[in-house]
């Protein structure tokens, strides 16, 4: 088994800092084997790279790409790893919103893979992609659109499958270039049924990471073309109406996103259509239409039936929108409801959130000795790094120390819960003081005495996997 592949059985096993710790000691025994100008340590480098994207650490990847592809090629294969590193730092980078180092680094490959390829080569295509994604972040469109223009003629002909990933990428050039539908859609509308689900899920899960305005035109043309692809393309229909909702939400576009659940409605008969009322009735509530949401709530309690953990959650949510409309008496019938509902399902998750909900509401209201109760049962049974349990180890804590209502300040929620997540993983005492300052992002860390090799590295490995698990909350 391959170095990388042993790591990520170790991190699909739930052992994260095992994974690392593996691939950080396979990194170390290269560069003694080799030392740090071989294209063996480079490849190690890379591997680590992979670990730490699985692990949600962009910046450590970085670094590790960084290091990868600072060691010069030593013939025909190092040369063809050195392209693909360059271009997973580029994406890296422009991944961490560093458009301008990645455009740098990026450059540099279509001139290298033009003199190991071939212009003409699928490889070469390759190295445009990534640079013409990064200029498009940038907003450099008038230098964006030949390059990608260029990349998916040479892959469709050479008939490569990676021309639905490169069309997607050119849909977003070309509609933030403002440019006429049927010329955006003229290639993609060619691709078979495959190519086409490829392609259209690019375009889906590409406006995730855009401006949302663009998102949002991407994927309303997306819509009209999946229309007229029939039951080939209903599954993609309904994530890029889900998307629509999504980017409209950050839009503050609140009618669109009504419209695109409204869609998703008609065309749903089963599972989903609990979370769409539930989706529709929070776009109602945040365009403060209460009769709406209340209608939708009340569907969604139906459909719930007798099934009690559905059942606790929707009237969890009904609460949430009663309380932020000021409308308290029936904010705290539905939350009492979800609390008791959760309980008669021995749920424990969602009976936490639902304590957390009903704390919260309390502790606003005054009532801190029973809102203390609800949030000190509710707490310990989440995550650590799970927002809403956040939300309650703040307020808790505001109770405990009487200070405001914990909506403010969520420095003292993250200290502890950044401790939970570290101190068991390190030689106990050796942390003297560990905090983070919400409002920076800032961690403060001492220690008690001074560290062995051995302990920093572990302590630097946990605090980086603690916070990333924060970040992501």
Not at 429 to 436: F, P
Request: glycine fraction near 8%.
């Amino acid at each position: 088994m391959k170095p990388l592949d042993r790591a990520l059985e170790l991190l699909r096993s739930g052992e994260p800092l095992e994974a690392e710790a593996f691939m950080a000691s396979f990194v170390t025994d290269a560069a003694a084997r080799v030392g740090t100008e071989h294209a063996e340590y480079a490849s190690a480098q890379f591997d680590l790279a992979c670990l730490m994207l699985h692990l949600g650490d962009a910046a450590r990847a970085a670094d590790c790409l960084r290091e990868a592809w600072r060691v010069p090629a030593d013939g025909p294969q190092s040369q063809k790893d050195r392209l693909t590193y360059n271009m997973n730092l580029g994406e890296v980078l422009t991944r961490l919103g560093q458009s301008q180092q990645a455009e740098r680094v990026l450059r540099e490959g279509p001139a290298l893979r033009a003199a190991f390829y071939g212009r003409e080569h699928p490889g070469y295509a390759y190295g445009l992609e990534p640079l013409a994604e990064t200029l498009l972040a940038r907003g450099a469109l008038a230098e964006a659109r030949p390059l990608v223009e260029e990349a998916a003629r040479n892959l469709w002909n050479h008939g490569h499958d990676h021309v639905a990933e490169v069309l997607a990428l050119r849909v977003y050039v070309l509609v933030a270039a403002q440019a006429g539908t049927e010329e955006v859609y003229e290639l993609p509308a060619r691709l078979d049924d495959e190519l086409f689900d490829r392609f259209a899920w690019r375009c889906v899960s590409r406006a995730e990471h855009c401006a949302p305005a663009l998102g949002l035109a991407v994927l309303l043309g997306l819509q009209k073309h999946l229309e007229a692809r029939d039951e080939a393309g209903q599954l993609r229909w309904f994530q890029a109406t889900a998307g629509i909702s999504n980017t409209a939400r950050d839009l503050g576009e609140h009618g669109v996103r009504i419209r695109a659940f409204d869609e998703m409605l008609v065309h749903e008969p089963g599972d989903q259509r609990l979370e769409m009322l539930l989706g529709r009735a929070l776009a109602h509530s945040d365009n403060k239409d209460i009769a709406a949401a209340d209608a939708d709530y009340r569907a969604a309690r139906e459909l719930a039936g007798q099934d009690l953990a559905r059942l606790s959650h929707v009237c969890r949510n009904h609460g949430l929108m009663f309380s932020e409309a000021a409308q308290h008496d029936r904010a705290e019938a539905l939350l009492a409801e979800a609390v008791e509902t959760a309980s008669r399902a021995d749920h424990a998750e969602l009976l936490a959130r639902a304590l957390i909900a009903r704390g919260i509401f309390l502790q606003h209201r005054g009532e801190l000795e029973q809102a203390r109760g609800m949030l000190e049962m509710a707490v310990p049974s989440l995550p650590a790094n799970d927002h809403e349990g956040l939300a309650g180890r703040s307020h808790l804590d505001a109770i405990v120390h009487g200070r405001s209502c914990g909506c403010g300040d969520m420095s003292q929620a993250l200290t502890q819960a950044l401790r939970e997540l570290v101190l068991p993983f390190v030689t106990p005492g050796l942390v003297r003081q560990l905090s983070i300052d919400a409002s920076t992002g800032g961690v403060s860390c001492e220690l008690s005495r001074e560290a062995t090799q051995e302990e920093l590295e572990q302590l630097d490995r946990v605090l980086r996997q603690a916070i990333t698990r924060l970040r992501a909350g």
